[in-house]
């Protein structure tokens, strides 16, 4: 089945503007059950490197293209989770990708604008305004080095430092200031799904492409699973929709220029370096010469004597 690839944000936004997708979604990359989810308006978006041209008459060899790429935008949600003893808990759920690891200080900076947010959660004697827990996924298009997992949790436990063991019991305050991580290195998801996260995770996989720019693709496992199904289906709309597939297009060349950008940027810091090391022997021949031309000049002054 043709599908689209989720990874654009077009087509991700389109999933998760699904409420029961992303109850899916989610529900399924944390391991706990969703009882209501609801995304939460963007309330700003992130640029990328923005250079302007400046062509000075004196600087022709030093040109600076015009390059202005919309990184991408995040999604949060609200999220009501039931756990295993059956009590709902009310969390923020804040979901990025990124293409590079050079988007790690916007990670930072997302995550600090979430420790600012608050929502009404319903008490006993009505509804209060508090910080809630927070969830962070990251859908990575780029692999961390160290680790070779597709799907990574990073939890947090309580220890009691003196008597050296865990804490059981969980605080609501301490819970508001931290967080646990989830992380997916979308170039190692790859072979046959058999567990409920693999068949999520097998819709992102990133093989049998029809095209060059991996816009569109060939999904070809077997449709067991009602909400894989819902999500395929969703993507095979994607990408058949022509405005989606050109938008797909203008993200795929916006991210091939900041490439270019970024491969460009490293080659003048490259030449920089080569033309520094090249001062550095002109004027240490420089200062060579001149302790030449003083001691010949010494020479002369006692042969004149």
Known sequence: MIIA???YDTVFKRLMENKHIAGFFVGTLIGEQIEDIAMVPQEYTYYTKEKKKER???EENDRKEDWVVLSVIRYDFVATIRNAGGENKKVLVEIQKSSRPADLMRFRTCLGEQYKRTDMVEVAGGKIEK???????YLLGFTIPEIKAAAIKVNRTYTDMIAQTEIK??????ESLTHDGYFVQIPLIKGKP??????LLSVFEQQYFFDDKKTVKDYEYPLGDDNVKTMVEVL???AADAKTKREMEEAWW?????KEYERM??????????????????AQKDKEIAEKDREIAELKKQLKK
């Open 5 to 7: 690839n989720p990874i």
């Open 169 to 174: 019991q969980k605080s609501e305050w301490i």
């Open 194 to 199: 058999r567990t409920s996260l693999e068949k």
């Open 236 to 238: 095979r709309h994607a």
């Open 254 to 258: 916006a991210d091939q220029n900041e």
């Open 131 to 137: 910080a809630l827990p927070i969830i962070s996924i």
């Open 265 to 282: 940027e490293k080659e003048i810091e490259a030449d920089k370096k080569i033309i520094a090391e090249k001062d550095r022997k002109i």
């Open 56 to 58: 000075k008459e004196k």
